[in-house]
């Protein structure tokens, strides 16, 4: 258990709607990440967020947003959603002190029809 | 920009036999972390080593070891001995350091080798 909790672990909808994912990081992680893997793109880094503020974005589409909120949990959006975007998404924290770490939770399965 | 290439799509091996998973990375960058993580069929990403670039010794973790080789950019994984919970799909991954001291772990991965251990 790696400590960092995601929410919902599965998630169906159609094309068109929207959805949002959740994060609880470790206990003192202050560094939020989330990546995406498909078939197609493998794992790929979408953002990150440190206590709070935006530091790194990847290859995030516009059609998805993201925050972390004053208590460190983050939530990723993700709206207009095409067939496309079915894919794994993982969260990740670290500590924010360059440990060189991530340590991942288990992931949202996303699969939009 | 980085890159990290896992060129060994499948790998089967028998149960009992010795395994290397190989990992080439390429970066500009001259501190930088390079990292192997284990996907077994339930999904989850699982740690398994962190290597700095500083740090070329060689690792080994009871049936895991690891050979860093700065001169050919390579961080190959070997298993020993190899049993069937071993069966998953290992991810290469180098990191980014971003800036100074606050955490820039951006993590770029391989796409990853399927190890399928056979009884």
């Known amino acids: 258990d790696s400590g960092v909790t995601q929410t919902p672990k599965h998630l169906i909808t159609a094309t068109g709607q929207r959805v949002t994912l959740r994060c609880s990081p470790r206990?003192?992680?202050?560094?939020v990440y989330w990546y995406q893997q498909s078939l197609d793109q493998g794992l790929q880094f979408l953002i990150q967020?440190?206590?709070?503020?935006?530091?790194a974005k990847g290859n995030i589409l516009e059609r998805f947003s993201a925050q972390q909120f004053p208590d460190l949990h983050s939530e990723l959006n993700l709206s207009s959603l095409e067939l496309g975007d079915s894919a794994l998404y993982f969260c990740?924290?670290?500590?924010?002190?360059?440990?060189?770490?991530?340590?991942f939770g288990e992931g949202s399965r996303l699969t939009v029809l | 920009a980085q890159k990290v290439t896992q060129a060994q799509t499948e790998i089967s091996v028998v149960e009992k036999e010795d395994v290397t998973l190989d990992c080439v990375y390429e970066?500009?960058?001259?501190?930088?972390?390079l990292f192997w993580y284990k996907q077994p069929p339930s999904g989850e990403l699982v740690f398994l080593i962190r290597?700095?670039?500083?740090?070329?010794q060689n690792e080994i973790s009871g049936r895991y070891s690891w050979n860093f080789q700065k001169s050919t950019s390579s961080f190959n994984f070997t298993i020993t001995a190899s049993q069937v919970v071993d069966s998953a799909v290992y991810f290469c991954?180098?990191?980014?350091?971003?800036?100074?001291?606050?955490?820039?772990?951006?993590?770029?991965f391989g796409t990853g080798t399927r190890l399928t251990i056979i009884p």
């Open positions: 990740a924290s670290s500590p924010g002190f360059s440990t060189g770490e991530l340590f």
């Open positions: 206990s003192g992680d202050l560094s």
């Open positions: 967020y440190y206590n709070g503020e935006e530091r």
């Open positions: 970066t500009r960058d001259t501190t930088y972390y």
């Open positions: 290597r700095n670039s500083f740090d070329e």
């Open positions: 991954a180098l990191s980014e350091m971003m800036g100074a001291n606050f955490g820039n772990e951006k993590l770029t």
